[in-house]
T-cell receptor, first 113, second 113 residues
Framework: DVKVTQSSRYLVKRTGEKVFLECVQD?????MFWYRQDPGLGLRLIYF???????EKGDIPEGYSVSREKKERFSLILESASTNQTSMYLC????????????FGSGTRLTVV | DQQVKQNSPSLSVQEGRISILNCDYT??????FLWYKKYPAEGPTFLIS?????DKNEDGRFTVFLNKSAKHLSLHIVPSQPGDSAVYFC????????????FGTGTRLQVTL
């Protein structure tokens, strides 16, 4: 069963901490994405990557960075966590022109206190 | 600027009736549209899609209609079932941008007995 795996379902971090969210896919997809989901705002794109070592800013990249050293793994980094980064984070992967769009992970609920 | 909008945050429908979820977009360059369904504590899953060369696509109980002149799409679910209760996101993309999706804000559908 093909899937996208996010390493943590729930995380609680303190303000100012450096936070790593990990995502691994086993479908050999070229594209990987990080979104955050907030009530009333839907899914907003943080960063995406079309290939290993490549990254592109999405709509809300401020306060985040990413790393893609291997094709199957895409990490989201919160350099210095803040309370306004409390959110549901969703990782997804896709083929370049996949008709079904994305395959999503189950999400990581991050709370910054 | 929200390029994809779902103006109804929630919708309640009786079991067996039709559910109609609406989505509007502002960018006429979008040419591929998708609907995703999301249960709590799970990632969104692909439901149905439509290319801009079509105005209708059906898959079982689900039909998506596209009105390009109005920049409007809708998802019809007939008949609605309790298991359809979820948050529904519409999404849009430009062909040739490696399937980067722009999502709407979501509509929570509640199917009542």
């Amino acid at each position: 069963d093909v899937k996208v795996t996010q390493s943590s379902r729930y995380l609680v971090k303190r303000t100012g901490e450096k936070v790593f969210l990990e995502c691994v896919q086993d479908m050999d997809h070229e594209n990987m994405f990080w979104y955050r989901q907030d009530p009333g705002l839907g899914l907003r794109l943080i960063y995406f990557s079309y290939d290993v070592k490549m990254k592109e800013k999405g709509d809300i990249p401020e306060g985040y960075s990413v790393s893609r050293e291997k094709k199957e793994r895409f990490s989201l980094i919160l350099e210095s966590a803040s309370t306004n980064q409390t959110s549901m984070y969703l990782c997804a992967s896709s083929l370049p022109q996949g008709p079904h769009g994305y395959t999503f992970g189950s999400g990581t609920r991050l709370t910054v206190v | 600027d929200q390029q994809v909008k779902q103006n109804s945050p929630s919708l309640s429908v009786q079991e067996g009736r039709i559910s109609i979820l609406n989505c509007d977009y502002t960018n006429s360059m979008f040419d591929y549209f998708l609907w995703y369904k999301k249960y709590p504590a799970e990632g969104p899953t692909f439901l149905i899609s439509i290319s801009s060369i079509k105005d209708k696509n059906e898959d079982g109980r689900f039909t998506v209609f596209l009105n390009k002149s109005a920049k409007h799409l809708s998802l019809h679910i007939v008949p609605s079932q309790p298991g359809d209760s979820a948050v529904y996101f519409c999404a849009a993309s430009f062909t040739g941008t490696a399937s980067k999706l722009t999502f709407g804000t979501g509509t929570r559908l509640q199917v009542t007995l």
